[in-house]
């Protein structure tokens, strides 16, 4: 994958995580409240947890810190997947997301 090529992938991710949160918002489903800074994407949950997203140019990699533990990305057959154990990104962030909020939610990528 060119640099370009990363950029516009993990930008979408980003894109999609922000765009879900703010239809849960609009739909009263949950208060979470993002802040975006470039490639960093910071989560704060109604319980004072966060969840914070943040690409890696370097490493061509997006890395995802909850309270669960921290998790590293690459893009490998389509998706976003975890750099130890193959889980897709989406999934995770989901059940990070849901454990932090006390109740269910489902992220999915854009598209």
Request: proline share 4%.
């Amino acid at each position: 994958m060119t640099d370009l090529e990363y950029h516009a992938k993990a930008s979408a991710v980003l894109a999609s995580i922000e765009a879900c949160v703010d239809g849960w918002l609009q739909n009263d489903v949950v208060d979470i409240d993002t802040q975006r800074t470039g490639g960093l994407l910071e989560m704060s949950f109604p319980n004072g947890s966060k969840i914070i997203m943040n690409t890696q140019p370097p490493l061509h990699e997006i890395w995802l810190a909850a309270r669960s533990g921290g998790f590293h990305y690459k893009f490998v057959d389509d998706m976003w997947r975890d750099t130890r154990d193959g889980r897709e990104l989406f999934d995770a962030l989901s059940a990070c997301a849901s454990e932090q909020a006390a109740q269910p939610l489902r992220f999915a990528a854009a598209g």
